[in-house]
């Protein structure tokens, strides 16, 4: 599994959104990103950091910070999830995982001692120009924010 590391350049990405609007990585072009992975919408975990991001979005914007969700779920399960916690951003539908892979945010995982392939939650500070500011991969939850908030000097 490839990492990202800081100063390596993001991972290029086109993928649509809950609403069926295709996004891409240069839309964010002058503004920085939080962009996280997530396993899977509606989930208990999931919902905390969505939430969490939702939450913070307006101290990310008044960063200059905007946000993005990327899980395996269709677009019609993004939307539902979306709806559900009234998001103010973008959740974006990887199916394939291959814009995951490129993150290296999928990979083997262990679960009671079963192993199967899924998402890794991981999170990553993108800035203005495409580079890596920070990541995070195996964050919980409930570090996603904290953590951006703390790597943009903004605790």
Not at 105 to 112: C, H, I, R, T
Request: with cysteine; proline share 3%; charged share 25%.
């Amino acid at each position: 599994m490839a990492r990202l590391n800081e100063g390596d350049t993001a991972a290029d990405f086109g993928l649509m959104d809950q609403s069926g609007k295709m996004v891409h990585l240069k839309d964010f072009k002058g503004r920085k990103l939080l962009l996280y992975f997530f396993p899977k919408a509606g989930t208990s975990g999931c919902t905390k950091q969505t939430a969490a991001v939702r939450d913070a979005l307006a101290q990310l914007k008044a960063l200059g910070v905007d946000a993005v969700g990327i899980s395996p779920d269709a677009p019609a399960a993004q939307k539902k999830f979306s709806d559900k916690l009234q998001l103010n951003f973008q959740l974006l539908s990887d199916i394939d995982h291959v814009v995951a892979e490129r993150y290296g945010a999928w990979g083997e995982k262990s679960l009671y001692g079963k192993k199967s392939f899924g998402i890794i939650r991981s999170s990553f500070l993108i800035n203005e120009n495409g580079k890596i500011l920070a990541a995070w991969y195996k964050i919980s939850p409930d570090d996603t924010v904290p953590k951006a908030f703390a790597a943009l000097g903004a605790e």
